[in-house]
């Protein structure tokens, strides 16, 4: 944590933590300043909550429609093919998107070739990298992140769908008014994570997948960061930690605004 105190000094490499004449809020106003930063902080702002508002029902659905599979050999295959993704290193998914994505050899060109289209360089056309990078996360985080909704729905009571069945709730019914509910605090505690933790975009993911050419929607402020601090001839670490101050900030004022929200609407929050 004293590492902070660097985003408040003018600190040089090789002097140590306690060196560095003390500038305030100098690199913070420098920040605010700077186009580069807002342009990085509106694509960050903007692929982590397409991110969560499509990624995060996903697991939910799919831990839904997992549960209404009866035959055991059957679950545990799915249950399986969907878990495996997320022990892929990150290096090997990209390289995966590269190959399915190549615009001469990669099978997506290929089926868009065959119904008469053109060939599309994915990974060279900045209005597609949010639509690859979402699309890929859905499915390396698919199963792994509906194991809590899994583990959530086996603790539902049976004996209230069987009162909702002598009620004369159909299947849809029982669903919507036992099973949701039942599950509800696990939704509600994962979207509060999920929203303070939002900002907090796969680094090294965005880093392997961008170059100059889709920096326009692929810049994020991990890069930013990265190229400030560590990148640049004349690393500018007061700089770099200003943003991630800052950036770690954000994440707190969302986090406590959704728990917030959560313990005014529900009875469920993380304090």
Known sequence: MYGITIAFKRFQPGG????????????????????????????????????????????????????????????????????????LSTVVVVSMLFNLLSPSTGIVNEIIKFFGGEPIFFMNEASWFRTVYIASDIWQFMGWNAILYIAALAGVDPNLYEAARIDGANHWHQVVHVTIPGI??????????????????????????????????????????????????IPRFSSATAA????????????????QLARKNTDYSLW
């Open 16 to 87: 140590g933590m306690l060196s560095g004449e003390w500038v305030g809020l100098l690199y913070f106003k420098k920040l605010v300043q700077d186009p580069t930063f807002w342009n990085v902080f509106k694509n960050t702002f903007i692929l982590s909550f397409s991110a969560l508002v499509i990624g995060f029902p996903i697991p939910i659905i799919f831990a839904l429609l997992l549960n209404e599979v009866r035959n055991n050999k059957q679950k545990r295959f799915i249950q399986t093919v969907t878990y495996l993704p997320r022990f």
């Open 184 to 233: 509800m605090p696990t939704i509600v505690i994962t979207l509060i994570l999920a929203v303070g933790n939002t900002l907090n975009l796969g680094f090294e993911k965005v880093l392997l997948m961008y170059n100059p050419k889709i920096y326009e929607t692929a810049d994020i402020l991990q890069t930013y960061i990265y190229r400030l601090g560590l990148a640049s001839q």
């Open 244 to 259: 991630g101050l800052f950036q770690a900030v954000i994440c707190l004022v969302l986090l406590w605004t959704t728990n």
